[in-house]
């Protein structure tokens, strides 16, 4: 693994399912973050972990749960999923503390469709 | 409430200069990122800026007025591969990052 893996790629998922999103990262960052791209519309953050074993909501957290056993993991579920939930989603990781700001590194993304 | 203001497309042509402008009203500022993304692709680290003036990377440079809440990135000798959306994000006062809905950037031959 080099960098920040997401998985699936895609998905297609029925109104009402629940849906894991898998985020690995390899860097040893302390911070997670996972945002939606929608269009026409900034990344938006659902959920954040700032280290293992703690999470915070982010501007969108409705409908979405993280958790953050690791370092390494960070899933994003949907335990009931709607269409509006239909977007990009984009984990992204850094090696950033309050009074030391870094980059994001972002994973490839995970395109997920609500029918 | 928190504001990122960016050109939602703009064209250039190769072997140009072109200046992409972002403006922010935000709560606190802990620095200004830059990302370029290609269609279909993740966001890729640009540039930060924390203190006022110019910082120069290459055939990219960015530019931050924190006074007027202003940042723009420039880009030099255009490629066809520039070809992007170009994302602006402010770093607020609780270390969270406020995105721009970002600048299409085509490219003319």
């Known amino acids: 693994i080099a960098g920040i893996t997401q998985a699936p790629t895609s998905q297609i998922l029925a109104a009402g399912r629940r849906m894991t999103l898998r985020c690995t990262q390899d860097m040893r960052h302390n911070a997670m973050y996972w945002y939606r791209q929608d269009l026409g519309l900034g990344l938006r953050l659902i959920h954040y972990?700032?280290?293992?074993?703690?999470?915070g909501k982010g501007e969108v957290p409705d409908g979405y749960s993280v958790s953050r056993a690791n370092t390494d993991d960070f899933p994003l579920t949907l335990a009931s999923a709607v269409p509006s939930q239909t977007s990009v989603y984009f984990c992204?990781?850094?090696?950033?503390?309050?009074?030391?700001?870094?980059?994001?590194?972002f994973g490839p993304g995970t395109r997920l469709t609500v029918l | 409430g928190q504001n990122i203001d960016q050109p939602t497309e703009m064209t250039a042509t190769e072997g140009a200069i072109v200046q992409i402008n972002c403006t922010y009203q935000?709560?606190?500022?802990?620095?200004l990122f830059w990302y370029q993304q290609h269609a279909g692709e993740a966001p890729t680290f640009l540039s930060y800026?924390?203190l006022d003036g110019l910082e120069e990377k290459g055939r990219f440079s960015s530019f931050l007025s924190r006074s007027k809440g202003y940042s723009y990135l420039l880009l030099k000798e255009l490629q066809m591969k520039d070809s992007a959306s170009y994302l602006c994000?402010?770093?607020?006062?609780?270390?969270?990052?406020?995105w721009g809905a970002g600048t299409k950037l085509i490219i003319k031959p």
């Open positions: 994000a402010v770093m607020d006062s609780n270390y969270q990052l406020i």
């Open positions: 935000t709560s606190g500022f802990n620095g």
């Open positions: 972990s700032n280290t293992a074993g703690t999470t």
């Open positions: 992204a990781s850094s090696d950033s503390t309050r009074g030391s700001v870094n980059e994001q590194f």
């Open positions: 800026n924390v």
